[in-house]
Each structure stands twice: as structure tokens, then as C-alpha cells.
């Protein structure tokens, strides 16, 4: 009699601590393995340029590889009435699908390298799902240094334009932690993204550039002028890029103006420095005066 009541204790003492470990996993607070298939992305990334075939990226897989994935990724559960197996809770059913929030390049490396992620389950959220997504992603990437100001502008514009009908600009601007600028300026450049990328080289374009010329897609010269602007502007088909061994990326896009031309990944440091700019500006001159 006594054995089976330690038996029935032990049993309960289990339920109990698997029933504690669903919960943290739930709150995203006990990181979990996924294969790479079970993620899925509905909201895609934020970012302009082809990240995957960028320098950090393999730094980022060859990093995975040698010391493995050291920082879990944040997804949520596409049945919003998941929860783990009561009696396994950190063996997740292979069957079990999730969109990814965060953490999108990692996922992609250990999809290269054929490993499982880890992840953070935010299942328990009250939060508009796709709303929550977005932020999640403007956080972890506003975190990183590369991202552009013209990626981080559509960013804020697309989590205004999901925020529920009648949020105000101000309120989505202290949600995010920015200036209320920046969500009037992320709202035009979500808006009028084709024409502006036809217009300027928006991988490099600054804040201060862009502060300047996107009030005017909503002022001023109105929609015609700015219709008149893009259809004069070369389509961005035109644009070419190759690679240039030890050199890096080159991209060629041909504007309104002109052409613009940037070199991604080149190092040159000190005198190189020099000699480069001596052999652009011949170059130049050369084409300039054909």
C-alpha cells in the first residue's frame, strides 16, 4: 500500500513540474528544438539588400557550425491553441507548425547546415499576432548596426499600418521607442516605396537625405509630379550587379540623373585607400569624357 502511494506521489510530482515547464515554454521562457521546416514566415524580412548572400551571414553559419546556435530565435504557434505533449513537454511533435518573429537568419543557417533551432515559444500573447510579429522583428533588427534608414522606415511604417484603425502616429512612436517623425516618414516611404527606390540608392541614403525628400511625395509637388519623376527614372530591371573577386559586390543602378554606383565589402585601408580613389577618378573622368 505504501509503494503505491509513493508511486502515486511521484507521478503527481511529475505532472506537476511538466505542467510548470509547458507553461514557461508557452510564456517563451524555456528555449525548445524545431526542425527548420516546422517554421514558417508570413511576414518576411525587413531588410532591402539579399542578406543571405551577404559576408555576415557566412560568418553567421560558420559561427553556428563551429560553436552552435548560442542565441534561441522567437516564434509563435500557428494553432493558437497549441501547447506541448503533457507528459514531454521539451519533445515538440514534429508536426507542430510556428511563424517565425525573430531570427530569421538564423533559421536560414541551420536550414543550410541541416540542424534543428532553437527557439522561444510566444504562445501565450495578447497582442495582435501579425502586430506582434513586425515589432518583434523592428526590435531584434533595429538592434543590429547594417540595417539601413530606409529599411528601418518601412519597418515603422508597416507596424503603423497594422496597428488597430485609429492608433495614432504619437502612440505608435512611444510604442516603438521612436520620434513621432519617424512614423509619418515610415508611413510615406511604405506608401510610395517603388518610387522612391527608383529615384535614389536606398541601401545608402541617410536619415537626413531621407527626412528631406519623402514630405515632398505628400506635398508640393503632388502625386502627378511624383508619377512624372518615376516614369522618367530607369525601372529598377535595369540595374546590374556582379561580383568582383576579393572585391565584393558592385551594384550599377541607373537614375534620373545619372548612375550610382556602390561597392559592397571592399576593405582598403590606409594608402589603398588613396590609390583607389586616384584610379576611380580616372576611370570616371575616361567615361565622362567619351
Request: with cysteine; glycine share 6%; proline share 4%.
Amino acid at each position: 500500500m505504501d509503494g503505491q502511494l509513493r508511486t502515486t506521489e511521484r507521478v503527481s510530482v511529475r505532472a506537476e513540474v511538466n505542467a510548470d515547464i509547458s507553461a514557461d515554454i508557452r510564456r517563451g521562457r524555456i528555449p525548445v528544438e524545431l526542425f527548420p521546416d516546422q517554421i514558417q514566415d508570413v511576414v518576411g524580412s525587413d531588410r532591402s539588400d539579399d542578406w543571405q548572400t551577404t559576408d555576415e551571414f557566412a560568418r553567421l553559419k560558420e559561427n553556428i557550425e563551429t560553436r552552435g546556435q548560442t542565441q534561441p530565435i522567437r516564434v509563435r504557434p500557428a494553432d493558437p491553441s497549441w501547447t506541448p505533449h503533457s507528459e514531454t513537454p521539451k519533445a515538440i511533435s514534429p508536426d507542430a507548425t510556428f511563424f517565425i518573429q525573430s531570427g530569421r537568419r538564423r533559421v536560414e543557417a541551420c536550414r543550410q547546415l541541416g540542424i534543428k533551432v532553437m527557439a522561444f515559444i510566444s504562445a501565450d500573447i495578447d497582442l495582435d499576432l501579425e502586430l506582434a510579429d513586425l515589432e518583434e522583428r523592428y526590435h531584434e533588427n533595429t538592434a543590429r548596426e547594417d540595417l539601413s534608414s530606409f529599411d528601418r522606415l518601412l519597418s515603422i511604417g508597416a507596424i503603423h499600418r497594422k496597428a488597430p484603425k485609429g492608433t495614432s502616429q504619437s502612440a505608435t512612436a512611444q510604442r516603438l521607442g521612436v520620434k513621432q517623425e519617424y512614423v509619418s516618414l515610415g508611413t510615406t516611404a511604405l506608401k510610395h516605396r517603388d518610387a522612391v527606390v527608383a529615384i535614389i540608392d536606398t541601401a545608402s541614403a541617410t536619415m537626413t537625405e531621407l527626412k528631406s525628400m519623402l514630405p515632398k511625395f505628400n506635398a508640393g509637388e503632388g502625386q502627378g509630379a511624383q508619377t512624372k519623376k518615376a516614369a522618367a527614372t530607369p525601372p529598377k530591371s535595369a540595374q546590374r550587379e556582379f561580383e568582383v573577386a576579393g572585391a565584393g559586390r558592385v551594384r550599377l543602378r541607373p537614375t534620373k540623373s545619372g548612375l550610382n554606383l556602390s561597392v559592397q565589402r571592399l576593405k582598403l585601408e590606409g594608402s589603398r585607400q588613396d590609390e583607389f580613389e586616384v584610379e576611380l577618378r580616372q576611370l570616371l573622368e575616361k567615361f565622362a569624357a567619351e
